[in-house]
């Protein structure tokens, strides 16, 4: 067999703000792969939407512009994976959306979540998805605001869909669920990996708008015609039930076996440990990994990546002007700034709270602060800040994860921020922990492809192909002088939240006094 006619694998990650698709070769190196943009919309304080046909026209768009910069017969394609990020919105029977997707940063489900408190209850919720109840994070509080928002949607809806069954459904025709994104519903049980109906009809849905469960190897369905001819791949090529974000990046890391912990640092950021046995703890989340028998216990911070790309968005014009290498990113400039200043941002703290926060503090009034500003506080000291501060936020669920537990030897890291020498070096210093960079940062849609290889037979032990990237990733080791210096900032940092979290609600109140004020009567404030 020519390399012009070895096998590949996709695989297709639905990010909140980004979708990535990427051809991997059967030992894991990537051929080809495209991203796109998109913004989220926030039509009120408070509210995340966006339009789930624009994922669906970046996954086109994706494949084709990869198969224009690459040609290559995609018949050679066997398998596909697809994961995604957290919404669950009503679809008709063509498999088009009947409102906006209701993002996991979105907070308009306050009452929503004081009903199901009150009417299903939280002892219930937690013994059986093994996970709290909280809004934006788990689809029940979004589910439960259609039912009583828009009943004529729920009447309408023929399924209700994650972002990754939404993608399913337009390649392959099918409506289905994975393992992983069924735990975040808050609708399944964890240890069975099936539906809890008595829940879904205790919150008011009718069972029947439930998808098909599948697991993440198992093929869901095959790609039809009209797909074909849509992305330029070959009809009838496999595609399996795929799994969410976090768990296709442990997969891609290599994070499979017994006390493996990595990073997965995209928009959000998210710390996971992965167990032969469930690890429950209400201060984390907790889902089925993608192979039996395994269990993953995630700490989560909304805005990791995304409060550099905010920062980017908002003051990234403002770069001080530097002798810097030609075609220069903003973020290669950011890395440069953040590296000349100094390990505690010369005194600048930041909370890394734009949208809420779930892990450890759970709380949806939460919003950013920079404290500790000054005359003498430079460019470079907001870029480190932030860096820091989302370490620190996953520092402190890195506690809840080792308790009376061993440190492990390392921790790998992949997603776009492992382009960082200097968010590494800060990550391995603050955790006081070895952080392996791997080699492949698109851990997301590296695990997608492993799980469509394993699917359709074409790769046995995932190990094979991550072992060697895990064994060539570079290391870098903590500095003990910085080690010493952020213990003492993150104490500060630890300080700083619980004082801010007891100002964040009356904030709230004061936005949504102004929202009602501004507002032109169209009821979008009412919906928080």
Not at 40 to 64: C, F, Q, S, T, Y
Not at 206 to 227: H, Q
Not at 231 to 242: D, N
Not at 517 to 523: A, S
């Amino acid at each position: 067999m020519t390399k012009n006619q070895e096998p590949l694998l996709l695989g297709i990650d639905i990010g909140t703000t980004d979708t990535k698709c990427t051809f991997y070769t059967l030992d894991g190196q990537p051929l080809t792969g495209c991203f796109q943009e998109y913004p989220m919309r926030h039509p009120a304080p408070g509210l995340a939407e966006e339009d789930p046909k624009e994922w669906w026209n970046a996954v086109i768009g994706n494949i084709r512009h990869c198969l224009q910069e690459h040609p290559f017969d995609t018949g050679r394609v066997v398998g596909i994976g697809v994961s995604c990020t957290n919404t669950f919105f009503p679809v008709n029977r063509e498999g088009d959306a009947l409102h906006p997707a209701i993002l996991q940063v979105d907070q308009r489900t306050g009452k929503e979540t004081r009903w199901i408190r009150e009417h299903i209850g939280e002892e219930r919720i937690y013994q059986v998805t093994g996970n709290r109840i909280a809004p934006g994070t788990f689809s029940l509080p979004t589910l439960r605001w259609f039912i009583t928002h828009r009943p004529d949607l729920v009447e309408k809806a023929h399924k209700f869909l994650v972002p990754s069954g939404y993608i399913i459904r337009k390649l392959t025709g099918e409506f289905t669920i994975n393992e992983s994104r069924l735990c975040f519903t808050l609708l399944g049980n964890i240890r069975t990996g099936q539906w809890d109906e008595s829940i879904a009809r205790d919150v008011g849905l009718p069972v029947s708008k439930l998808p098909r469960i599948c697991k993440a190897t198992e093929i869901a369905g095959t790609v039809t015609k009209e797909a074909a001819i849509l992305t330029g791949l070959k009809e009838g090529t496999p595609v399996v039930g795929g799994a969410m974000d976090t768990v296709a990046a442990a997969v891609g890391a290599g994070a499979i076996s017994n006390h493996d912990i990595f990073l997965a640092m995209g928009t959000c950021g998210r710390l996971c440990y992965t167990g032969n046995k469930p690890f429950f703890d209400n201060r984390l989340m907790n889902c089925r990994n993608a192979f039996d028998g395994q269990w993953l216990s995630i700490e989560a911070t909304n805005a990791a990546g995304a409060s550099l790309r905010w920062f980017r968005d908002l003051f990234g014009r403002a770069v001080p002007e530097l002798s810097l290498p030609e075609k220069c990113s903003i973020y290669d400039q950011f890395n440069i700034l953040a590296e000349a200043s100094v390990p505690g941002a010369n005194g600048l703290i930041y909370l890394p709270y734009l949208s809420g926060e779930r892990c450890p503090i759970w709380n949806p009034y939460a919003r950013g602060v920079f404290f500790g500003a000054s005359f003498s506080t430079k460019y470079g000291d907001f870029v480190r800040s932030v860096m820091e501060g989302v370490a620190f936020s996953m520092r402190q669920g890195l506690a809840i994860l080792l308790a009376e537990k061993e440190p492990p030897d390392f921790i790998t890291l992949g997603g776009g921020i492992a382009n960082s020498r200097i968010w590494c070096q800060i990550f391995a210093d603050v955790f006081e922990i070895p952080v392996k960079k791997l080699t492949v940062s698109e851990t997301e849609t590296l695990g997608d492809a492993i799980l469509a290889g394993i699917g359709v037979g074409a790769i046995q032990n995932p190990g094979s192909i991550t072992g060697p990237l895990i064994e060539h990733s570079k290391t870098i080791e903590p500095i003990p002088g910085n080690v010493s210096l952020y213990k003492d900032y993150f104490a500060f940092y630890q300080q700083l939240s619980l004082l801010a979290e007891t100002k964040f609600p009356e904030l709230f109140l004061l936005q949504q006094k102004q929202a009602r004020q501004i507002t032109n009567n169209n009821g979008d404030s009412e919906r928080l």
